[in-house]
Structures are given as C-alpha cells and as structure tokens.
C-alpha cells in the first residue's frame, strides 16, 4: 500500500472511531477511552486534514459535532448552534491562531486582547431564561439539536431558576459545564469510570430523583442567544451573570500578547493537579464580542476562540522497522513499527516519520529507542531519539527512490516559496495501484458518494479479486460472482444494491470533491460548485482551452488560490483523470448546486470583489455579503449586479468590464454605508 493510501485509510479509520466514540461519549455516556484521548483522536483528524486535504473525501470533523441525541429525551433545537473548537498543542498554533485572527479582520499586527478560561472535563449544556425564568435545559446533542434534560439540571442547586438583579435580558442563554468534583468522585468510583462519565450518567437519568442524589457542579463560560445584547466583553457577560448567582471559574483572565498567553498556560498547568475539577486545556477567546461578530464561524468552530490544549502524553520504545505507505495523492510517507506500547491507554505499535527530511533531520534507524507522543497526528509521532542507547547493529533507512508500484516519485517544487516540497510523491496517478486503491476508498467515503457496505476492506477484497480497478466499475459489479464470496449472503449483496443505485444520485459539491482533486477539500468543492452550478460546466475544464479560460476566471474566488487552481490544472491534464471523471458523469445524476438564499441587503444578488479594503478583509466583506444573501462570483459577466471596488489597488481591467457591461460599481465609502445603513 503507498504512502498516500496508507494516509488515508488511517484518515477513515480515524473518522469512524470518532463517529463510534462521539456516540459512546455524547450519547451513551459510557466512553471506551480517556478525555485527552478522544481530544487527540480529534486533533489529529483536524492535523491532517490540513497536511493532507485530500483525505477530506473520506470524512471531516467539520461535519461531526458532538453525536445525534438519542430517543431517550424530547428533542430541542438550539436557538444558536454550539459549536466545537479548534485546538492548539504548541506556541505556534496560537500564533498562527492570532494571525489568522488580524488577516481576516485586516488588522496587521495588532494585539487583540483575549480572555482565558480554564477548559473544564465535563458535559455541556444550556440554559434558557425568559424574562429571568429558567425555561430550557439541553444537552449538546449535535451541536444543532440537544435533549431536554431540564428537570435533571435543575437537580443542581446553585443554578439558578429565577435571575434576581437589574437589566436582565428578555432572553438570555448561559452555556455551562457540569462536573462532578474530584473528591465527590471517590464516593462514586465504584460505579463509573471517571468524572466525566459520572457526570453524563447523572444527566441523562430519566428519574430526576436519581440524578438528585450525585454532586453536580457547575460553570458557566458563554452564551448562546441574548435579546437585547447589552455585553460588549466575553470578561463584562461573566462578571455579570456571576453578581446574578452563576457559578463562574475563578482562574479566567485577561491576556494580551503571545507571551502572556505562554505565561497563563504555564500557570495553569502546573496547578491543574491540585485543583478539584479535571481541565484539560484553557480556552482563549477574543474579548470584544463586536470582533467575535466579525470573526463568525467556519462550518464546525468559531473564529474567535481556541482550546490551547496541555501537554501531550508520551513513552519510549523501539523501532522494530521502518515502512513506506502510498497515499491517495501519491504522497509517500515513512512508517516505524514499534515495539508496542501503551500511551494515554492506548496500545500503539506504528509511529509516522512523516518524511525523508524528517528521519535525517533526527537521524532515525531500525533499532532505535524513540520517545513518541500521541497529539496532532494521524498516528503517533516520533519526538526523539535516544542515542546513547543506540546498538552497532542499528540500520540506516535509506528512503526509496520509487514508487511501491515500482514508478519514479518526485518532490514538486511550490510556486510561493520556491522551495522543493518534503514530500515524495508517485507520478503514475490512477496507473499506480496503490494510489488507485486509495482514491476508491474516497470514492466510496460518507462524504463522497456515501455507499455504505463498500468500506476500505471490501475495497481491498474487490481489487485483489480485481472486480474493481476503476470507479465506473462500482456501478457495473458482478454480484454473482460476489455472492459465493465468504460473508456475502442475500441481504448484504442486497444492501450493496441499494446502496451503489442511492449514490448514483449526487450533488455538485460532493462529486467534485470525490472525484479527489488534490487540495481540494469538502469547503474548496462547495466554493467550485456554487461557482459551476451544473455539472456541464465542471466538465468544460476537460477541454484544454476551455479550461485555461474557466481557471484564469477561478483566481478572484476566495477560497480558492493559486495551489488548488494548478492542482485543477494537472489534475485534469492527466488523460486517465480525464477519462474516468467523463465516466462518472454519463452514469451518475449529478444535481446542480443549489445556493442558500439568504435574506439581507443583497438578498439574491451577485457580487464581485477587486481590490483590498481599509477597514476589513477581503475574506471579512465576502463573509458580510453571504450573509446578506448575496452569491460572491469570481468573474466579470452580464449576471453580476455590483462589483465592489476596494481603494487599495483595484484591477483596472475588471473595472472597465463592467462600465462596458452597464454593471453598478460601489467603491469601498459607499459599500461601508450599505453596511452601516
């Protein structure tokens, strides 16, 4: 298997145990592994979905927040969705939090003052007041949907169910996390497996009486809906419902700058140990609710907040050997087998090298001892290794050359930096089985075409018995000739049926992002099918010169850069890419993309964007637009109604198309005063 397919079947492997342990932990409150274990397993999806994009067609965390709530409550959808949050392990993720921060609100290098909050090991819920009377009590759930468990909260004596104090909201929404205290948990141990799984079980009793019995506690960290909004501070919002008798942790500060964010997450560390509830991070969120506006969301997190996550659990062991893996993109990717060991309370026995760089960079070999961690990675890393214990018959690894299919690998050369890339990859594309196996494995994923009972290992027993080489072929299977396989009786073939005939209806976005275009992932596909909108016109980029116009038009779609413009490019200039896309089309029914309409100031109007603005970024104004209902295009036509022209270096070009076109031009004043109108 190549480095790329061995990527991405520890991507799927990966998604299904969150999936599993989302249900066990949201849902049944019986989880199978510890808190800072589910935590990595999230974290190291979300890490390599961005080294990897391409292992988005097999699932994202995007689309999974906690787990659909169960029938064992009545079903409440919240009044705003709770989403999860991003993670960060190392200084460098908060810098590039903080980064990513100024470029979208075009603040340079602005420090923007952020609140700290120890990040509590519990069960989070919401509470909904009106008029000051508690009136709801849910659950996460989903994040969309949560479970009324009301009563059970209301077992919690310091919450409070009537706000007494002056200018209480007509409706306020505090969102908290319940525990049970470490002390209070040497009563229980006997019966659940930690706190957090006490805590859960507690909650999720259907006798209210039961659940009255078990020491809950409580803080409150954020909010949900508030009418009307008279916070400006996440530090003001906490101050205040604490003098109205909310529970709120007393370690939460103030901080400013990479160095005090350093300084607070130090602190907190070291005295995690002694205090009586578990955290497991601190939360950073930007203070200036007004900012939090501006920033939003992305599909699954907000912007404006990050879990800094503490330090990762590590072991020693030994390298028994080092492997290669062929990934879906051709990437190839270093492996130790190691000797197994437990860590965090799981038993590991693979390591990735990442690259060749890497193993010379730490001058890795078969018979080493290494200290590896689980954090941030789609399989344990190696930190280091311990030389002195090195032995004379330890063996260089001398990275391969070639391909397992036996094809010459290359390393491409980036645009931006001009430097060669770490990794290696096959150039044989669909005519290297290895990466051709993998790009069926995405093919068939829950985010792609969805065919449940056509999982990584059918796959793998379907090519060997070469009933599938191509993907066209998983619409042409042979079921007699499966169904004398072992474990293939009528139901499941049955199954199968329904399931490859369901798929072949698809819409836009999905089939471009399963027909795996390397760096494009489920939010780039959902940019190009909004762009496209019919199938016809994604397939015009087959056509040579078709396609060198429609990518020129591509570079004004945010979203959408010079890397996923070429990686189109080449994608499509390979005649097998070509041929087996063509395929899928003529015998799939692709639905066109079909654009939420939004109400606002531009409600079912087109725009376009050229050059930079002053007081917000690019990304910023387009965010504003959708969310006023427009539809944001990257090219100049008869359909556009208002192309938007910032003062900081417009295209002339696109400015004098759209005089000749009779299209209204709003310069960035005028913009502004829509906005503020």
């Given at each position: 298997?190549?480095?790329?397919?061995?990527?991405?079947?520890?991507?799927?492997?990966?998604?299904?145990?969150?999936?599993?342990?989302?249900?066990?932990?949201?849902?049944?409150?019986?989880?199978?592994?510890?808190?800072?274990?589910?935590?990595?397993?999230?974290?190291?999806?979300?890490?390599?979905?961005?080294?990897?994009?391409?292992?988005?067609?097999?699932g994202s965390v995007d689309l999974i927040v906690g787990a659909p709530p169960s029938n064992k409550f009545k079903k409440i959808k919240h009044l705003i969705p709770?989403?999860?949050?991003?993670?960060?392990?190392?200084?460098?993720?908060?810098?590039?939090?903080?980064?990513?921060?100024?470029?979208?609100?075009?603040?340079?290098?602005?420090?923007?003052?952020?609140?700290?909050?120890?990040?509590?090991?519990?069960?989070?819920?919401?509470?909904?007041?009106?008029?000051?009377?508690?009136?709801?009590?849910?659950?996460?759930?989903?994040?969309?949907?949560?479970?009324?468990?009301?009563?059970?909260?209301?077992?919690?004596?310091?919450?409070?169910?009537?706000?007494?104090?002056?200018?209480?909201?007509?409706?306020?929404?505090?969102?908290?996390?319940?525990?049970?205290?470490?002390?209070?948990?040497?009563?229980?141990?006997?019966?659940?497996?930690?706190?957090?799984?006490?805590?859960?079980?507690?909650?999720?009793?259907?006798?209210?009486?039961?659940?009255?019995?078990?020491?809950?506690?409580?803080?409150?960290?954020?909010?949900?809906?508030?009418?009307?909004?008279?916070?400006?501070?996440?530090?003001?919002?906490?101050?205040?419902?604490?003098?109205?008798?909310?529970?709120?942790?007393?370690?939460?500060?103030?901080?400013?700058?990479?160095?005090?964010?350093?300084?607070?997450?130090?602190?907190?560390?070291?005295?995690?140990?002694?205090?009586?509830?578990?955290?497991?991070?601190?939360?950073?969120?930007?203070?200036?609710?007004?900012?939090?506006?501006?920033?939003?969301?992305?599909?699954?997190?907000?912007?404006?907040?990050?879990?800094?996550?503490?330090?990762?659990?590590?072991?020693?062991?030994?390298?028994?050997?080092?492997?290669?893996?062929?990934?879906?993109?051709?990437?190839?990717?270093?492996?130790?087998?190691?000797?197994?060991?437990?860590?965090?309370?799981?038993?590991?026995?693979?390591?990735?090298?990442?690259?060749?760089?890497?193993?010379?960079?730490?001058?890795?070999?078969?018979?080493?001892?290494?200290?590896?961690?689980?954090?941030?990675?789609?399989?344990?890393?190696?930190?280091?290794?311990?030389?002195?214990?090195?032995?004379?018959?330890?063996?260089?690894?001398?990275?391969?050359?070639?391909?397992?299919?036996?094809?010459?690998?290359?390393?491409?050369?980036?645009?931006?930096?001009?430097?060669?890339?770490?990794?290696?990859?096959?150039?044989?594309?669909?005519?290297?089985?290895?990466?051709?196996?993998?790009?069926?494995?995405?093919?068939?994923?829950?985010?792609?075409?969805?065919?449940?009972?056509?999982?990584?290992?059918?796959?793998?027993?379907?090519?060997?018995?070469?009933?599938?080489?191509?993907?066209?072929?998983?619409?042409?299977?042979?079921?007699?000739?499966?169904?004398?396989?072992?474990?293939?009786?009528?139901?499941?073939?049955?199954?199968?049926?329904?399931?490859?005939?369901?798929?072949?209806?698809?819409?836009?976005?999905?089939?471009?992002?399963?027909?795996?275009?390397?760096?494009?992932?489920?939010?780039?596909?959902?940019?190009?099918?909004?762009?496209?909108?019919?199938?016809?016109?994604?397939?015009?980029?087959?056509?040579?010169?078709?396609?060198?116009?429609?990518?020129?038009?591509?570079?004004?779609?945010?979203?959408?850069?010079?890397?996923?413009?070429?990686?189109?490019?080449?994608?499509?200039?390979?005649?097998?890419?070509?041929?087996?896309?063509?395929?899928?089309?003529?015998?799939?029914?692709?639905?066109?993309?079909?654009i939420q309409v939004k109400d606002g100031k531009f409600s079912n109007k087109k725009l376009m964007f050229t050059g930079g603005f002053h007081k917000m970024s690019?990304?910023?104004?387009?965010?504003?637009?959708?969310?006023?209902?427009?539809?944001?295009?990257?090219?100049?036509?008869?359909?556009?109604?208002?192309?938007?022209?910032?003062?900081?270096?417009?295209?002339?070009?696109?400015?004098?198309?759209?005089?000749?076109?009779?299209?209204?031009?709003?310069?960035?004043?005028?913009?502004?005063?829509?906005?503020?109108?």
């Amino acid at each position: 298997m190549n480095e790329r397919n061995k990527i991405l079947e520890q991507f799927k492997k990966k998604i299904a145990n969150l999936r599993k342990h989302n249900k066990l932990y949201f849902v049944k409150d019986k989880p199978e592994i510890s808190d800072s274990e589910y935590d990595n397993l999230k974290n190291e999806i979300i890490e390599l979905e961005k080294k990897y994009p391409f292992v988005k067609k097999d699932g994202s965390v995007d689309l999974i927040v906690g787990a659909p709530p169960s029938n064992k409550f009545k079903k409440i959808k919240h009044l705003i969705p709770m989403l999860s949050l991003s993670n960060a392990f190392n200084q460098g993720d908060i810098e590039d939090f903080l980064k990513k921060i100024n470029n979208f609100l075009n603040f340079g290098d602005k420090k923007i003052e952020l609140f700290s909050e120890p990040k509590i090991d519990g069960i989070s819920a919401t509470l909904i007041y009106k008029n000051g009377q508690l009136k709801n009590g849910l659950s996460r759930g989903d994040g969309i949907t949560g479970e009324d468990i009301l009563d059970n909260l209301k077992t919690i004596s310091n919450i409070p169910q009537k706000i007494i104090g002056k200018d209480i909201p007509s409706l306020l929404e505090v969102r908290c996390e319940i525990y049970i205290g470490k002390e209070d948990f040497k009563k229980l141990k006997d019966n659940f497996a930690n706190p957090r799984n006490a805590a859960g079980g507690s909650l999720r009793q259907k006798n209210s009486i039961q659940t009255s019995k078990i020491p809950l506690k409580y803080f409150a960290y954020g909010f949900g809906a508030i009418k009307p909004m008279s916070f400006k501070t996440q530090s003001e919002f906490l101050e205040k419902i604490n003098k109205w008798g909310f529970v709120t942790n007393p370690l939460s500060k103030k901080v400013n700058g990479i160095l005090e964010i350093q300084k607070q997450h130090s602190t907190i560390d070291a005295m995690r140990s002694s205090l009586d509830y578990d955290i497991d991070g601190l939360v950073f969120k930007v203070n200036d609710l007004s900012l939090q506006k501006r920033l939003g969301n992305t599909s699954n997190s907000p912007r404006w907040a990050i879990a800094y996550k503490f330090s990762a659990e590590k072991a020693i062991t030994k390298i028994k050997d080092i492997i290669i893996q062929v990934g879906r993109t051709g990437a190839i990717t270093p492996v130790a087998r190691v000797e197994p060991v437990t860590v965090g309370g799981v038993v590991v026995s693979n390591a990735t090298l990442h690259n060749e760089d890497e193993i010379k960079r730490k001058d890795i070999r078969i018979g080493d001892v290494i200290q590896i961690q689980r954090a941030g990675d789609v399989i344990p890393q190696v930190l280091s290794v311990d030389v002195s214990k090195r032995k004379n018959n330890s063996k260089k690894f001398y990275f391969p050359t070639k391909c397992l299919c036996g094809a010459p690998t290359n390393k491409e050369l980036s645009n931006n930096t001009k430097k060669e890339d770490a990794v290696r990859r096959c150039i044989k594309g669909y005519d290297c089985e290895y990466t051709a196996k993998e790009k069926l494995k995405h093919l068939v994923s829950k985010e792609a075409f969805n065919i449940d009972g056509l999982g990584k290992k059918v796959i793998d027993q379907f090519w060997d018995l070469k009933f599938i080489k191509n993907p066209s072929d998983i619409f042409n299977l042979n079921y007699n000739k499966i169904k004398i396989l072992d474990g293939w009786g009528d139901l499941s073939i049955d199954n199968l049926k329904k399931a490859i005939s369901k798929s072949k209806k698809i819409n836009l976005d999905r089939f471009i992002y399963s027909i795996g275009i390397r760096h494009i992932g489920q939010e780039s596909a959902k940019i190009l099918a909004a762009f496209f909108v019919k199938v016809k016109e994604f397939s015009k980029l087959i056509d040579v010169k078709k396609r060198s116009i429609i990518l020129s038009n591509l570079v004004e779609l945010d979203g959408i850069g010079e890397t996923q413009i070429n990686s189109i490019d080449n994608f499509f200039s390979n005649k097998k890419n070509a041929e087996i896309t063509l395929e899928l089309i003529k015998i799939l029914n692709v639905n066109d993309y079909a654009i939420q309409v939004k109400d606002g100031k531009f409600s079912n109007k087109k725009l376009m964007f050229t050059g930079g603005f002053h007081k917000m970024s690019r990304s910023e104004a387009k965010s504003i637009a959708e969310n006023n209902g427009a539809k944001v295009l990257g090219s100049i036509s008869k359909k556009l109604d208002y192309l938007i022209v910032g003062n900081s270096k417009p295209t002339k070009r696109k400015i004098d198309q759209a005089k000749d076109l009779n299209i209204r031009i709003i310069n960035e004043n005028e913009w502004n005063k829509i906005l503020n109108s």
